[in-house]
Nanobody, 123 residues
């Protein structure tokens, strides 16, 4: 049974940094695609950054140059720098075997989800 557990969220002032972690367990075989999504109150869930197991990455335009996604063994990370108030949201880790690079930021392409970690940025 695949489990994804996020951590690292918290409250930070604008301009600050946070690093989110997602520990994956129960995975058998190749899980080629992992990504971070976020959802703010009253808004739809949106893709933030995606990682393919060949090292390819994709970023939402709103976070390019500020966020970095990377993976070490079974842990997916999201380094978030220069945080803004609009980054405030619940952040979710997701994984899938067949999402595809073109759909790395599409929530509907992912079948496995964590429960989320809250990020609050004050201005």
């Amino acid at each position: 049974q695949v489990q994804l557990v996020e951590s690292g969220g918290g409250s930070v002032q604008a301009g600050g940094s946070l690093r989110l972690s997602c520990v994956a367990s129960g995975i058998t075989g190749r899980m080629a695609y992992m990504a971070w999504f976020r959802q703010a109150p009253g808004k739809e869930r949106e893709g933030v950054a995606g990682f393919k197991d060949d090292g390819s990455t994709r970023y939402a335009d709103s976070v390019k140059g500020r966020f970095t996604i990377f993976k070490d063994k079974n842990i997916l990370y999201l380094q978030m720098n220069s945080l803004k108030a609009e980054d405030t949201a619940m952040y979710y880790c997701a994984a899938d075997r067949r999402a595809g690079y073109a759909r790395l930021l599409a929530p509907e392409a992912f079948n496995f989800w964590g429960r989320g970690t809250q990020v609050a940025v004050s201005s």
